[in-house]
Nanobody, 118 residues
Framework: QVQLVESGGGLVQAGGSLRLSCAVSGPTLSAFGAGWFRQAPGKEREFVASVNWSDGGTYYANSVKGRFSSSRDNAKKTIYLQMNSLKPEDTAIYYC???????????WGQGTQVTVSS
């Protein structure tokens, strides 16, 4: 089965940076794109960023645009989320996901906690 494992979360002070990784394992995917989502306590899951698998093109939520960047390494089958200028409101569990077409997200990771202190 396809598995996605996030890593790189932790505790960081406001203004700091973290780099999240999402390693994909299992059968070779015909991936359309990868995405990052987050869920804070008491809030619904929200979209953060996405990256096209084929060309690396990205799209970001307005709340993180200019601070976060997403990329992928096709050879390593790994997706990254570089988070800079972190704010306390970025505190959440971050999930990576993959979709095999322009519709639903097919596969999800288990999440990694990011906590930003003030």
């Amino acid at each position: 089965q396809v598995q996605l494992v996030e890593s790189g979360g932790g505790l960081v002070q406001a203004g700091g940076s973290l780099r999240l990784s999402c390693a994909v394992s299992g059968p070779t995917l015909s991936a359309f794109g990868a995405g990052w989502f987050r869920q804070a306590p008491g809030k619904e899951r929200e979209f953060v960023a996405s990256v096209n698998w084929s060309d690396g093109g990205t799209y970001y939520a307005n709340s993180v645009k200019g601070r976060f960047s997403s990329s992928r390494d096709n050879a390593k089958k790994t997706i990254y989320l570089q988070m800079n200028s972190l704010k306390p409101e970025d505190t959440a569990i971050y999930y990576c996901a993959i979709r095999t077409g322009p519709g639903r997200w097919n596969y999800w990771g288990q999440g990694t906690q990011v906590t930003v202190s003030s």
